[in-house]
């Protein structure tokens, strides 16, 4: 049985393709067959985040055209076992999507994984949709920031209307909020809004905050998801948003300020 | 530190701002998008068909051939408006 699960948020630049990478990531390192999709058709950067760029040969819209086989597109990780990418077109644009490849496309990756993420393009238009067509979970991941956070709950109005789950009345989509770029401080200065806050105004369950860190620009710089930086905040955040995700109990630590336990842990000479 | 701060009055900060606008804006447009959800997408080509139909026979605005689709119970009502103002009565009646 496998599960799909779409990383999506309305708004652009708020890292929903960090979000995929680290959450794909740390659930391969945790041994779970996966695979993450790039839905961003004309815009593909999944690829450079995992640092696979050089590897495509052929790419997702490939294989809904019989280009290519699935298993001509799909990237095989060289780090971790159990994670492939499957890369978006950089020629095509997001009609290319037509619902019955990406149908096929599904049907064939469920045979062969156990979570497929779906890396859904910024905006409500069709490449939106389609990432969110198939999913049974929604990471909706959120600045605190008042264009994101409006821009989330219009996402999670059409998931509940606008994805498979929804039309043949099954179970709605299972929605977690992430708050990325998150800076403590500036919350308790009253300069941001808070996890609260954010979590009170979508109303869907959190999953977790990911604070606002270094190493994720680092991370996208070598081409390394920053959950194999395991000492960083933001690597040490996502396994705990995937442990949790898996059913773990991990408290949440980066919603306080982590100013003693995190500069003796980074700091010291 | 601001004149404010000197004076002892506290302002409101910028982040209890953003969640009063926020809570208004995304309250106001869930109605909005509930009032749409499940609606079918004929609608408005629906609409713009009758509105063709009726100026056949009386001038009227866009806004004056209203439809929506419901969901009452078990069924859905689809309802239409057409609202007519006196001088589209005596358009009705030259015709």
């Known amino acids: 049985m496998s599960t799909v699960i779409v990383v999506t948020s309305g708004k652009g630049g708020v890292g929903k393709t960090t979000t995929s990478a680290a959450f794909a990531t740390a659930l391969a390192l945790r041994g779970h067959s996966t695979v993450v999709v790039d839905f961003d058709v004309g815009l593909r950067n999944l690829d450079l985040i995992m640092g696979c760029e050089r590897r495509v040969v052929y790419d997702f819209i490939n294989v809904i055209n019989e280009e290519g086989n699935l298993n001509q597109a799909l990237i095989k990780d060289k780090r971790v076992e159990n994670l492939y990418i499957l890369p978006a077109s950089q020629t095509r644009d997001k009609s290319a999507l037509t619902q019955v490849g990406v149908t096929r496309v599904m049907e064939a990756l469920k045979e062969r994984f156990e979570y497929i993420v779906c890396d859904s393009p910024a905006g409500i238009e069709h490449g939106a949709q389609m990432a969110m067509y198939f999913a049974d979970v929604a990471l909706i991941v959120t600045n605190p920031e008042v264009s994101s956070v409006r821009d989330s709950d219009r996402i999670i109005g059409m998931l509940a209307s606008k994805t498979l789950r929804a039309e043949q009345s099954l179970d709605p989509v299972k929605e977690h909020l992430i708050i990325s770029r998150y800076v403590p401080g500036r919350v308790n200065k009253g300069d941001m809004l808070s996890a609260d806050d954010v979590q009170d105004i979508l109303a869907i369950p959190l999953l977790g905050v990911v604070p606002e860190s270094d190493a994720v620009l680092k991370a996208s710089n070598e081409g390394v998801p920053v959950t194999f930086q395991e000492d960083s905040d933001a690597g040490q955040a996502y396994h705990d948003i995937t442990a949790r995700f898996v059913g773990e109990d991990r408290p949440q630590r980066f919603i306080q300020e982590q100013k003693g336990f995190f500069s003796r842990l980074f700091h010291h000479p | ?95």
């Open chain 2, 1 to 95: 530190m601001s004149l404010f701060d000197l004076l002892g009055i506290k302002q409101k900060n910028s982040a209890s701002k953003a969640r009063e606008r926020l809570k208004i804006i995304v309250a106001h447009e869930r109605a909005a998008n509930q009032a749409q959800m499940g609606a079918p997408d004929y609608l408005p080509s629906l609409q713009q068909e009758l509105l063709e139909v009726v100026r056949k026979y009386v001038d009227i605005a866009d806004d004056q051939v209203k439809i929506s689709m419901e969901k009452r119970n078990e069924l859905e009502v689809l309802e239409l408006n057409i609202a007519l103002t006196e001088a589209d009565k005596n358009d009705l009646n030259e015709n």
